[in-house]
């Protein structure tokens, strides 16, 4: 299994190459924690298909939920979710992983687009992906799933949510003080004044947008592979899987550290862990419960009585 401190990345998405084009440094050395992926779950192998749309596994049966996790949910007093992109296929946002898929732009694995190196290369080429992404994130709407966790926050004394999303789904469900591990597609930041922006209005049909402050390049506001977590993002996921006493892991592969930490955490310092996924993943052996299914139909029934 990968560190989940380590400030390297895997073979393949390294991120240590010379200034090219842009001439722009990404931020490698801001924390202790760069994002990576299991070696075994490497894109490789992923075909010329593009971005793949969403897979579903059929409706779920109430009896999914069983009364041990009604139970814990019932008697939880802290709450850490960690969510992915599964959380939001519901909604239409495409998963990366997933449904035996993995996505690629123009032939172009993901990994190898929303990479460091890629915006030190070629950063047209990688406003012009994540340009692809925000229009198709801008119409869709947060589902069931996003609903039922933004209701938790009036449920429990302490509801900690994590995501590895972008899309500001849960915000826009109502959640609040979202834990974004990975950033947000809806602002940019420059490279020279370092000023964040909310571009979620503005759409840059090419070449690379320029600061509203100071003139200099933007760049998505989001973490590549190969940079580092935001400044205290994992620090706070960290500590709270350390309080939390019930653990839901809703919608990831679990395959990208250090993201896929925080439940392994969480399960050490002795809380419930749950999962809800149509599909196993590498986590779902350390989980008390994994429930098969999707997540805007799972989570909405866990405030309901279990069937007898
Ligand atoms: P993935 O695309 O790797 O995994 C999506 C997961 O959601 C898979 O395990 C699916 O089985 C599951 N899934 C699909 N539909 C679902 C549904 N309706 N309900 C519940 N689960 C469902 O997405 P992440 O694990 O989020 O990072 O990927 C982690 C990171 O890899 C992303 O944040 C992104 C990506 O590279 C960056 O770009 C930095």
Redesign the pocket.
């Known amino acids: 299994m990968a560190s989940v401190r380590s400030p390297t990345v895997r073979e393949g998405i390294h991120c240590g190459s010379p200034a090219l084009p842009y001439g722009r440094a990404s931020d490698t050395k801001a924390n202790g924690y760069c994002?990576e992926?299991l070696p075994d779950r490497e894109i490789a192998s992923c075909s010329g298909a593009c971005y793949h749309p969403?897979?579903?596994?059929p409706a779920v049966a109430h009896s999914i939920t069983s009364e041990r996790v009604h139970e814990q949910f019932a008697n939880a007093g802290r709450v850490l979710v960690l969510?992915?992109?599964?959380?939001s296929?519901?909604s239409g946002v495409p998963?990366?992983?997933?449904?035996g898929n993995t996505?690629v732009w123009k032939g172009v694995p993901?990994?190898v687009i929303?990479s460091a190196r890629m915006l030190e290369r070629d950063l047209p080429a990688v406003w012009e992906w994540f340009n692809y992404r925000r229009e198709l994130l801008a119409a869709l709407k947060p589902n069931p799933?996003h609903e039922a966790i933004s209701r938790w926050q009036d449920k429990f004394s302490e509801l900690t949510l994590v995501t590895?999303?972008?899309d500001g789904l849960h915000q826009a469900a109502g959640s609040r003080h979202v834990i974004e591990?990975?950033?947000n597609i809806w602002r940019a930041r420059c490279f020279d004044c370092g000023a964040r922006h909310d571009v979620r209005e503005l759409m840059f049909d090419q070449g690379v947008p320029s600061c509203f402050d100071c003139g200099g390049h933007l760049r998505p506001d989001?973490?590549?592979?190969g940079e580092m977590l935001p400044a205290g993002a994992f620090e706070r996921a960290a500590a709270a899987a350390q309080q939390c006493d019930l653990c839901f892991v809703?919608?990831?592969?679990?395959?990208?550290y250090p993201?896929?930490s925080i439940p392994e955490i969480a399960r050490s310092a002795g809380a419930y862990v749950v999962e809800?996924?149509?599909?196993r993943?590498p986590l779902s052996d350390l989980c008390h419960e994994v429930i098969t299914?999707?997540?805007?139909?799972?989570l909405p029934l866990l405030c309901q009585k279990p069937d007898r």
């Open positions: 994002i992926s969403n897979f579903h596994m969510t992915g992109a599964g959380v296929a519901e998963t990366f992983r997933g449904g996505a993901f990994e929303s799933a590895q999303n972008i591990l990975h950033g989001v973490v590549l592979f809703v919608g990831t592969s679990a395959v990208v993201a896929a809800v996924n149509p599909e993943t299914g999707n997540a805007g139909e799972i």
